[in-house]
T-cell receptor, first 115, second 115 residues
Framework: GAVVSQHPSWVICKSGTSVKIECRSL??????MFWYRQFPKQSLMLMAT?????????EQGVEKDKFLINHASLTLSTLTVTSAHPEDSSFYIC???????????FGPGTRLTVT | QQQVKQSPQSLIVQKGGISIINCAYE??????FPWYQQFPGKGPALLIA?????SEKKEGRFTISFNKSAKQFSLHIMDSQPGDSATYFC??????????????FGKGNQVVVIP
């Protein structure tokens, strides 16, 4: 149980284009999902907290107009990187919180490369 | 400001040995302490978590020891296997009622188990 999927697993896009990443909880409902960014050999950096049906809460220093988050249902959250630039290249990982357990289950990650 | 500090940065263990990773935290309001395992190119996987009301929790070969007064907790991997070679992250959070469990992650420890 507690499986989280992400799509796509990797994407290459040209500078200036937008990319959408999907995060789904497959076997449980997630009121809260989180989006992280991870650079090579570094820790996870929380970008935003996403609650179903409401606006995402962004961490300090994260541009909300650049990283658009939508949490339309209890099993789906999306992250759209708008007008992507090479510095946005990174490993993006989502997680979903399972009910009242506070346990977070992570997706497999999406490798974004902006050329 | 690093809210959770891990040590050592990397660890090499012989197969069958015990791997021990330590974490220290500052925020006394933290009440949830999970450990995650991450393989290259994959999302983190929840290994085991503990709350401050117990001093130790064991699941299979993985044990968390928790010292509330010292504000430290550690992960012990018994009978370490080459398949345990991965990066391990500790995390901590103050679990608010209703969810939104924002985790603070340590920098990670790379564990290598040699045959």
């Amino acid at each position: 149980g507690a499986v989280v999927s992400q799509h796509p697993s990797w994407v290459i896009c040209k500078s200036g284009t937008s990319v959408k990443i999907e995060c789904r909880s497959l076997d449980f409902q997630a009121t809260t999902m989180f989006w992280y960014r991870q650079f090579p050999k570094q820790s996870l950096m929380l970008m935003a907290t996403s609650n179903e049906g409401s606006k995402a809460t962004y961490e300090q220093g994260v541009e909300k107009d650049k990283f658009l988050i939508n949490h339309a249902s209890l099993t789906l959250s999306t992250l759209t990187v708008t007008s992507a630039h090479p510095e946005d290249s990174s490993f993006y990982i989502c997680s979903a919180e399972q009910g009242q357990s506070y346990e977070q289950y992570f997706g497999p990650g999406t490798r974004l490369t902006v050329t | 400001q690093q809210q959770v500090k891990q040590s050592p940065q990397s660890l090499i263990v012989q197969k069958g040995g015990i791997s021990i990773i330590n974490c220290a935290y500052e925020n006394t309001a933290f009440d949830y302490f999970p450990w995650y395992q991450q393989f290259p190119g994959k999302g983190p996987a929840l290994l085991i978590a503990i709350r401050p009301d117990v001093s130790e929790k064991k699941e299979g070969r993985f044990t968390i020891s928790f010292n509330k007064s010292a504000k430290q907790f550690s992960l012990h991997i018994m009978d370490s296997q080459p398949g345990d070679s991965a990066t391990y992250f500790c995390a901590a959070s103050n679990t608010p009622p209703g969810g939104n469990n924002r985790l603070a992650f340590g920098k990670g420890n790379q564990v290598v188990v040699i045959p």
